[in-house]
DNA sequence: ACATTATGTCAATGAGCGTTGACTTACCGC
DNA sequence: GCGGTAAGTCAACGCTCATTGACATAATGT
């Protein structure tokens, strides 16, 4: 009790100090943490040793757990690479995308953070607001024609469905079950495409 | 301070004594915190409290909150009212139910909480299984016809979808976009139910 | 009646986590 | 060089919550 050893500042080699750099590894990890765990389940922690900082630095740079999960839920959205798809070819791509089994990578994490934002009834209000300016408008932009409105919603929710089937069911589909379970797909996306 | 009153066993009627029915008690309120909280967010005292029973028998009965969750997921597949569906009109009724804002009911709850479960790592593949025994079998079997596996994976998956575009766009729609969007969905399902 | 068991109650423990403030120290303008 | 500020580190508080074990008592069979 009498003398605490005062611990001689070891050769920690502190991290060189880059605020934006910090807090950029931190808003990544954040992501994949989120979309791995949840909102819930993701330690504040976890997440900083991931990015290789220290708790509090959270606080500082985004107020603290929420601050965090808002940012990193905006950041999720992508710019939309929606453009790249060939109008024609889209249905059938799609088809081929939804049969196969899902990716493993960020986009699929994206997703499965979006979704799961969806579902919690904290997040949900905020989602909303995001899906419409970043989801919405790009397909509405990419659809053309009338109704995009409503076309666009339908679009949207047939998507998004095709990602969670596929996502609960894990695996690619084979054989004939395949071959018309895309045919389905792309007639459907064919319909919405036609304009109605 | 001095004299603690010994609270005399008041007429507290302790809760009268039917195992069955606590542990029914306690499986109904987990399935409604579930759905409405989450898994994280659900607590046991919540739960125990909501079905007048005590944290302690939780344990005793489901063996912890995984035990509990699990139960309540299985419990929570409905004996599936979709028998009671007229074909004819389940495009159109389905249309409808989509456009509006969705209803705060047993209904949404068991969906958010499947939802839900999808999105965890750790109760997916459970989750699988009891998809495929219990929601895709059933539509199957209604479904009839040729090529009903892949059929019905897109029945479900387009079901999801609206289902989850509902969750996040919050209240119904109306005018204009109402009826477009409603006669999309129509279509969409006329098709699936057509065969092909 | 009595003993046994199943059912229900209560209080405490211990871990995990977000948050916070005080303390170092590298970086940069002067 | 020098001082001030921003960047980073550390330790601890306080809260929530699942878990657990000890205790009380109704129900049941003999």
């Known amino acids: 009790m009498t003398d605490v050893q005062i611990l001689s500042r070891e050769p920690v080699t502190p991290r060189r100090r880059d605020a934006q750099a910090t807090r950029a590894a931190i808003l990544e990890a954040a ?23 220290d708790v509090s630095l959270i606080k500082r740079y985004f ?28 249905p059938a791509d799609i088809a081929t995308m939804m049969a196969d089994a ?37 397909i509405r932009e990419w659809l053309g024609g009338a109704d995009v409105h ?15 089937e596929r996502l609960i069911r894990g695996e690619a589909l084979e054989g004939r079950e395949r071959e ?8 459907t996306f064919d319909a919405l495409l036609g304009g109605g």
């Not at 992501?31 to 900082?53: S, T, V």
């Not at 929420?66 to 790249?84: H, I, V």
């Not at 409503?150 to 969670?164: D, E, H, K």
């Open 102 to 138: 899902p990716a493993d990578e960020a986009r699929t994490h994206s997703f499965q953070f979006l979704l799961r934002a969806a579902t919690s009834p904290t997040t949900a209000p905020l989602l909303n607001l995001a899906v419409q300016e970043r989801f919405l408008l790009p």
């Open 31 to 53: 992501k994949a943490q989120f979309a791995r765990l949840g909102y819930d389940r993701a330690g504040l922690r976890e997440i900083a040793a991931e990015a290789g900082a």
């Open 63 to 90: 107020g603290g757990k929420e601050g965090l999960f808002t940012e990193a839920l905006k950041a999720s959205f992508q710019p939309d690479r929606l453009k790249e798809w060939d109008r024609a070819a889209f």
């Open 180 to 187: 018309v379970f895309m045919a389905h797909v792309t007639a």
């Open 150 to 164: 409503a076309r666009a919603r339908v679009l949207a929710a047939v998507f998004i469905g095709f990602l969670v």
